[in-house]
């Protein structure tokens, strides 16, 4: 079935420092979804990307779907306090068995230093 | 209420006792979901329902029961409860069950099983 890997698991910066989460699927995407989560909060949709190597900005989040639909990655600049939480992707794809579902990656827990 | 609820907030649980948690939502989405998430391990999908009446299993179904008697509502039942299922349930619905269409999550259930 398909799986969906995010590195890395955990990362501390200091506030200001820029932060990146990849996200690698072992199957060919038709869309990726990106949601946060604060602590002690439930997930929460940013954003999705459909197209081949789309990049779409929110702020200083900076999302981007590679040119193979396998691959996707969220960039922080600066980052703030206000970032703290984990970030998760979920890929839309096919999972076997002639249906698709939306598969969620273990989470980048980010936390910043002040 | 807007969005979706779920109850209870958390519960402590013996083991081999039944629970049903409980999720309803006022958005008139058609598809719902359950999900189950433990440290490391992200979100993993339990049931899910795309429309009233009909129900599917996911990655970890193994232990649950769900049911879909209504658009509104969408409960899960542990039928004899054990330790390895103390986590935190969130429930999800989305307008369709459609790879395009975003996830909103409830509040969650911390569920401790001893």
């Known amino acids: 079935g398909q799986q969906v890997m995010q590195i890395p698991q955990y990362q501390h910066v200091q506030e200001g420092e820029d932060f990146t989460t990849y996200c690698n699927s072992s199957?060919?995407?038709?869309?990726i979804q990106w949601y946060k989560q604060r602590p002690g909060g439930h997930p929460v949709f940013l954003i999705q990307?459909?197209?081949?190597?789309e990049v779409k900005k929110q702020k200083r989040l900076t999302f981007q779907f590679g040119e193979a639909k396998k691959n996707s990655s969220l960039h922080i600049t600066a980052t703030q306090t206000t970032d703290v939480g984990t970030y998760f992707c979920?890929?839309?794809?096919?999972?076997?068995?002639?249906?698709?579902?939306?598969?969620f990656g273990k989470g980048t827990k980010l936390s910043v230093i002040p | 209420i807007a969005g979706i609820t779920q109850a209870p907030t958390s519960q402590i649980l013996a083991a081999g006792r039944r629970m049903t948690l409980r999720c309803t939502q006022d958005?008139?989405?058609?598809?719902m979901y359950w999900y189950r998430q433990d440290l490391g391990l992200g979100l993993r999908l339990i049931h899910y329902?795309?429309?009233?009446?009909?129900?599917g299993k996911g990655e970890v179904p193994d232990g649950y029961s769900v049911s879909r008697a209504n658009t509104d509502d969408f409960p899960l039942t542990l039928a004899s409860a054990v330790p390895s299922q103390t986590s935190v349930y969130f429930c999800?619905?989305?307008?369709?069950?459609?790879?395009?269409?975003?996830?909103?999550f409830g509040p969650g259930t911390r569920l401790t099983v001893l």
């Open positions: 999800a619905s989305s307008e369709s069950s459609g790879g395009s269409n975003e996830q909103f």
């Open positions: 199957t060919t995407l038709s869309n």
């Open positions: 990307l459909v197209k081949s190597g």
């Open positions: 979920a890929g839309w794809g096919y999972s076997g068995a002639g249906s698709y579902q939306l598969t």
């Open positions: 958005m008139r989405h058609n598809a």
């Open positions: 329902s795309n429309t009233a009446g009909t129900t």
